[in-house]
């Protein structure tokens, strides 16, 4: 209730065009301001052009001649992605996507960042177009954490540079953090850390170095991980969880503090390489009956 109870006082002011479709579920902000600039948006039966516009609840929002349904309650949700699935909606080749192979009680989804079509791993979904916004931006800070095989024996001297960064064809990625897990014949396996997370940051940067990727999972996407998750399993994370990614804490009693626990390494492994979810149970586990 607290997230409805959010987006009503949210809705009782004047919000923007695109803020308010995103919201809705629909599509994320930036989506939304291409839309309007399509002219695919009416308000009050006249086509806009401007995503700066301000409106409150009052007014009639179409798009593509359909009634803006209302904002749902915040949901957010993991889903350990297999291969051979892209990250889009529709594709021009027909290939299946994660939504042909979602459990079919979900709700319409945005996916919050993309993994592409031979990558596999973690992947969060929403029905919030703020929330994928806010949890994309650098600006939030969150971690994006992956297990990568590469062909090669790799220098590690050279691998710990990328810390500073790098530039590869006008390209420039931030700070990427590698620590070796493992060195195996011709390949090494490697744990990869991003702050940014481009389109094919990790396969463009060890190809550029010639140790071209043969797998790429990721593990980890800022305080989320695979943790308990099997292949193709959604699982949704609790409102409490939600409110405090979202800065909007719950207004109850006051929680007692405790005392903090001694920080254990996580296993994002089991030690048999070919199971592709992890050993420990996630805490915010809410199973979804497929």
């Known amino acids: 209730m607290d997230n ?129 916004r806010m949890l994309e931006l650098p600006a939030t800070g969150w971690l994006r954490k992956y297990r990568v095989r590469v062909r090669g024996r790799v220098d590690m001297a050279r691998l710990e540079r990328l810390k500073d960064g790098i530039t590869i064809d006008g390209v420039t990625y931030g700070q990427i953090i590698i620590e070796l897990e493992r060195q195996q014949g011709s390949n090494a396996w490697l744990f990869v850390t991003l702050s940014e997370g481009k389109n094919r940051e990790i396969r463009n940067i060890f190809e550029f170095l010639n140790y071209p990727v043969n797998r790429l999972i990721r593990v980890k996407y800022g305080q989320f991980d695979l943790a308990g998750l099997s292949l193709g399993e959604v699982e949704e994370i609790t409102s409490g969880m939600i409110r405090k990614i979202m800065g909007r804490p719950h207004k109850g009693a006051k929680a007692k503090a405790r005392k903090p626990k001694p920080a254990r390494r996580k296993s994002y492994i089991k030690k048999d390489e070919k199971t592709h979810h992890m050993d420990k149970k996630s805490p915010n586990r809410k199973p979804m009956n497929k």
């Open 4 to 132: 409805q109870n959010d987006k009503q006082a949210s809705a009782e002011k004047p919000q923007r065009i695109a803020k308010i479709i995103a919201r809705a579920g629909l599509c994320s902000r930036r989506d939304a301001e291409r839309w309007i600039a399509d002219g695919r948006v009416k308000v009050d039966g006249e086509i806009i052009n401007s995503p700066a516009l301000s409106l409150n609840s009052d007014h009639e929002i179409i798009v593509d001649g359909q009634a803006l349904p209302m904002a749902e309650p915040t949901r957010l949700w993991r889903y350990n992605k297999p291969l051979d699935l892209i990250t889009t909606e529709k594709d021009e080749h027909n290939r299946p996507t994660i939504f042909d192979k979602l459990p079919k009680e979900l709700p319409l989804v945005l996916s919050v960042g993309r993994l592409d079509i031979n990558s596999e791993g973690l992947l969060l979904l929403t029905n919030d177009g703020e929330l994928k």
